[in-house]
T-cell receptor
């Protein structure tokens, strides 16, 4: 089935450690996104990519990094510089940026102890 | 700066009632206004969307009303059901190459 696969679904890490969240899509979409969701804060854009080997910062990029080496993959690294990394992270894709429906994965919940 | 403002934050409606969620935006370049529905532990999914060339769009029990001059749009859920209990997000985007801007969400509870 076509869709977005995020892994792991749950992740626990100690403070100061970098963690990488995986996002894979088989929808042949050009654009991919990472959002962070916190209670009462809605969905805040971390990074997005319109095409392979290109990505742009969103509203809250500090402390995060991404890569887009393949069309189907857009991993997110939460670095030790992110001051409050505990959150629900959502990956999404769309045929193009800002032209239609976003397809979301089921999310990854990161807890930093 | 929040580009899309959503209210109320939470809403409780009795089964069979009408649920209404409102959103407002400032950027007149926005030309796509979707609503997403999210169940606990899941990613959001597109519910219904509208473009500013129409003032209303209806899909089943769900209707978007759009007021371009007031820069507001709203979601109406008719005959609300317990299965509609979820978090709803409005969003907006324009032809600027930037991604969707989401509201903060409304937690809807439909009681039996």
């Amino acid at each position: 089935d076509g869709g977005i696969t995020q892994s792991p679904k749950y992740l626990f890490r100690k403070e100061g450690q970098n963690v990488t969240l995986s996002c894979e899509q088989n929808l042949n979409h050009d654009a991919m996104y990472w959002y962070r969701q916190d209670p009462g804060q809605g969905l805040r854009l971390i990074y997005y990519s319109q095409i392979v080997n290109d990505f742009q910062k969103g509203d809250i990029a500090e402390g995060y990094s991404v890569s887009r080496e393949k069309k189907e993959s857009f991993p997110l690294t939460v670095t030790s510089a992110q001051k409050n990394p505990t959150a629900f992270y959502l990956c999404a894709s769309s045929p193009q940026v800002s032209t239609g429906e976003l397809f979301f994965g089921e999310g990854s919940r990161l807890t930093v102890l | 700066q929040q580009q899309v403002k959503q209210s109320p934050q939470s809403l409780i409606v009795q089964k069979g009632g009408i649920s209404i969620i409102n959103c407002a935006y400032e950027n007149t370049a926005f030309d796509y206004f979707p609503w997403y529905q999210q169940f606990p532990g899941k990613g959001p999914a597109l519910l219904i969307a509208i473009r500013p060339d129409v003032s209303e769009k209806k899909e089943g029990r769900f209707t978007i009303s759009f007021n371009k001059s007031a820069k507001q749009f709203s979601l109406h859920i008719m005959d609300s059901q317990p299965g509609d209990s979820a978090t709803y997000f409005c969003a907006a985007s324009g032809d600027s190459g930037y991604a969707l801007n989401f509201g903060k969400g409304t937690s809807l509870l439909v009681t039996p």
